[in-house]
């Protein structure tokens, strides 16, 4: 059983940064695809970006060039750089695992296992 906590939102002004962490307990994400997604007031829940099972990396087009991800296997964690921030992307971020191996895995269907979330509010 993976376990996900996230940790890093809060409140930040447009153009500010944000970096998203996730760490987890229990198995190792190794063998894992990892995600983040996320989800505003009336919207479904969306990705973000996510790493494959295999390695390769996926990204949104409405976060393209201002987010990064990476995947830490030596500490089991994963983390969500955000630049450039807009109030657009404002929402509940959650950290998501995915054991099948999907791709691209940016579909909530392709994940197993769900963080509780985390807020990140873009405002003035």
């Keep these: 059983q993976v376990q996900?906590?996230?940790s890093g939102g809060g409140l930040v002004q447009p153009g500010g940064s944000l970096r998203l962490s996730c760490s987890t307990s229990?198995?190792?994400l190794n063998y894992y695809?990892?995600?983040w997604f996320r989800q505003?007031?009336?919207?479904?829940r969306e990705g973000v970006s996510c790493v494959s099972q295999a390695?390769?990396?996926f990204y949104a087009d409405s976060v393209k060039g201002r987010f990064t991800i990476s995947k830490h296997n030596?500490?089991?964690t994963v983390s969500l750089q955000m630049n450039s921030l807009k109030p657009e992307d404002t929402a509940?971020?959650?950290?998501a695992a995915d054991s099948v191996g999907f791709e691209p895995c940016l579909g909530t269907y392709a994940m197993d296992y769900w963080g509780e979330g985390t807020l990140v509010t873009v405002s003035s």
């Excluded at 509940?92 to 950290?95: E, K």
């Design 33 to 35: 695809g990892v995600g």
């Design 26 to 28: 229990g198995e190792t």
């Design 55 to 57: 390695g390769r990396i």
């Design 4 to 6: 996900l906590v996230e």
């Design 74 to 76: 030596a500490n089991n």
């Design 92 to 95: 509940v971020y959650y950290c």
């Design 40 to 44: 505003a007031p009336g919207r479904e």
